[in-house]
């Protein structure tokens, strides 16, 4: 059974920092593209950021480039989304997801709630 | 980056069919994908490809596609299936990211 565990949301103040962590177990990890979409509160889905099965290539919405940084450990079956500047208009639940190519989700995580606030 | 529409609300009456759609430029060159999100949960996958459902999908879920529409359509409502239902396809502008619908609340009268 394909399972994606993420951890690491919380309260974060404008300016500030967070990294994310999605365990995934059920599947070879390595042989995936993996993202993480993200979903502010009452609104829609928001794709953020894709990264290769080597991690070689990584692409990120407009939003979020030169301050957020996916990355992922093939050895720990791990994917990461680092976050640094956060802004308010940040606050979503963050959900990790394997993907089918590069823009379809086959698998969601539970998702964990980043609340950039003062 | 490319741009799909979704009405924001439909309803159907239990049991009757309805068809949820969704626009885009993008939709002429790529399949779009399915979810389904109730409150409180994550989106699952529902229609994927041509029309294909992951394995535990019930078959009164389909999916077509003509132009720049595709259309999800589910035969039978059931009460379970109020949600939110979101498209997705491939992004047409080249970043190699996914791009999702602002969504359509279906309400099971």
């Known amino acids: 059974e394909v399972q994606l565990v993420e951890s690491g949301g919380g309260l974060v103040q404008p300016g500030g920092s967070l990294r994310l962590s999605c365990a995934a177990s059920?599947?070879?990890?390595?042989?995936?593209?993996m993202s993480w979409v993200r979903q502010a509160p009452g609104k829609g889905l928001e794709w953020v950021a894709n990264?290769?099965?080597?991690?070689?290539?990584?692409y990120y919405v407009d939003s979020v480039k030169g301050r957020f940084t996916i990355s992922r450990d093939n050895a720990k079956n791990s994917l990461y989304l680092q976050m640094n500047s956060l802004r308010a208009e940040d606050t979503a639940v963050y959900y990790c997801?394997?993907?089918?190519?590069?823009?379809?989700?086959?698998?969601w995580g539970q998702g964990t709630l980043v609340t950039v606030s003062s | 980056s490319s741009e799909l529409t979704q009405d924001p609300a439909v309803s159907v009456a239990l049991g009757q069919t309805v068809r949820i759609t969704c626009q885009g430029d993008?939709?002429?060159?790529?399949?779009a994908s399915w979810y389904q999100q109730k409150p409180g949960q994550a989106p699952v996958l529902v229609i994927y490809?041509?029309?294909n459902r992951p394995s535990g999908i019930p078959d009164r879920f389909s999916g077509s596609s003509s132009g720049n529409t595709a259309s999800l359509t589910i035969t039978g409502a059931q009460a379970e299936d109020e949600a939110d239902y979101y498209c997705?396809?491939?992004?047409?502008?080249?970043?190699?990211?996914?791009?999702f619908g602002g969504g359509t609340k279906l309400t099971v009268l």
């Open positions: 990264i290769k099965q080597d991690g070689s290539e990584k």
């Open positions: 490809g041509k029309n």
């Open positions: 059920g599947f070879t990890f390595s042989s995936y593209w």
């Open positions: 997705n396809s491939r992004d047409s502008s080249g970043n190699h990211l996914g791009v």
């Open positions: 997801a394997r993907v089918l190519g590069t823009a379809m989700v086959y698998y």
């Open positions: 993008s939709l002429r060159s790529y399949y």
